[in-house]
């Protein structure tokens, strides 16, 4: 029987945070899952991201993403083994005022800390608290700290299409341009490169729902989601924010090209005429990679939820990354 992902012992590990607007739509919760069970993320907290507050969405976005993660670490046996905060529950009111909050003290936090070394604070959403945190602590660019960051439109030709701005810029554009004005490494994966990320039904029921309650909830909901929301017949899913652990696990998950930090305009739309230093864009996406890896590690949980099934239950998922931080419970 091979070894199960979760027994095997890493010289070292990389320290994260990851922040994430969980409830925004059905893909968030597969790169949360797959960071939790990567054995060289050492994650050190999950800050909840609101969403925006259009028309349609819930304008408690935010606490809809803390509810979705809380019941995402119910489903791994990890309640109470992971700490989460709860970041700013809207955009940034301008470039200079923070949003005061625990996710935001949680990154400045792990910023600040001596001897850690590196710090990766990935992004499946707004940078609102990544902002926040560099507006009420800006010794943090001075740091070992680099953002992950899901969003921002193609560098191609294309034009931004009117009224349709990125859907992560979007929800906070202030928080965008503090973040690329500052001096802290960014690694940016656009749009155009997170969008080849679908899944289709088929391999969904394949190799992800027979994984126990936790597989068969993230296919559920990612069908809710398409029923409840697309246009046409539609039997995939792009997951998009899983190459921001993709890129985490391995840095040549895809094509990177360095280029200078852009400003972003009020409609979404890149200023090149205004630049900073330079930040790492990812251009393409390794996805088999990416998902092979996810769906092995998913296989690899469920055969170990069911080995060893826990008084109330309940499996009791057997983490060394996570068991082993009682420091940081929530
Ligand atoms: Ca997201």
Known sequence: MPLPVHTRTLPSQRRVIIDTDAKNEADDQFAIVHGLLSPSLDVRGIVAAHFGMRPGRSERSMLDSREEIELLLDLMGLTGKVRVENGAPYALPDELTPILSPGADLIVEEAMREDEGPLYVAFFGPLTNMAAALLAEPRI??????????????????????????????????????????????????RST?????????ELDEKVAPCGELGEYLVRQLVEWNAAHARGPMEYRSLGDSPAIGVLLNENCGRIVERPAPTFRADGSYDLDRTHRPIRVYETIDSRFLFEDFFAKLRQFARTDLRSPRADGRADSQIPQVDGRTDHQA
């Open 141 to 190: 660019a001075e740091r070992d700290v680099t953002v992950v960051w899901i969003g921002g439109p193609s560098y191609g030709p294309e034009p931004v299409a009117a009224g349709r701005p990125e859907f992560n810029l979007a929800n906070d554009i202030v928080a965008a341009n503090v973040v690329f004005a500052s001096d802290l490494p960014v690694w940016q994966i656009p």
């Open 194 to 202: 997170y969008v080849m990320t679908a899944v289709s039904y088929a």
